[in-house]
């Protein structure tokens, strides 16, 4: 499956945006997808993932409740819905998508979009 997220920019803190991961290729609804972000100088970190199903989702404790991962198997996209943005949320936005269940852990993943940036100006 190929991935393809957009949807980043700029925007200032207590803003949002929408994130969007399409995907191509394989069945889209068998794949449970996830966000993860890495900001400069630091590592990889889980943001949020959706299970295949839609039924189970999970977020990062640092964005939970500003934050809403959904999906819409119909159109092959995962949305991450971004509120109330502080600018430690900075970064690059990548989506992952696997078979089988959600997990946080990125080793877990196999196909990967290019990432998308997202800036929060204070």
């Known amino acids: 499956v190929q991935l393809q997220a957009s949807g980043g920019g700029l925007v200032q803190a207590g803003g949002s945006l929408r994130l969007s991961c399409a995907a191509s290729?394989?069945?889209?609804?068998?794949?449970?997808v996830a966000w993860f972000r890495q900001a400069p100088g630091k590592e990889r970190a889980f943001v949020s993932t959706?299970?295949?199903?839609?039924?189970?989702?999970y977020y990062a404790d640092s964005v939970k409740g500003r934050f809403t991962i959904s999906r819409d198997n119909a159109k092959n996209t995962v949305y991450l819905q971004m509120n109330s943005l502080k600018p430690e949320d900075t970064a690059v936005y990548y989506c992952?998508?696997?078979?089988?269940?959600?997990?946080?852990?990125?080793?877990?993943?196999?196909?990967w979009g290019q990432g998308t940036l997202v800036t929060v100006s204070s």
């Open positions: 959706i299970s295949w199903t839609g039924g189970t989702t």
């Open positions: 290729g394989r069945t889209f609804s068998s794949y449970s």
């Open positions: 992952a998508a696997k078979t089988g269940g959600a997990y946080s852990d990125s080793r877990k993943y196999d196909y």
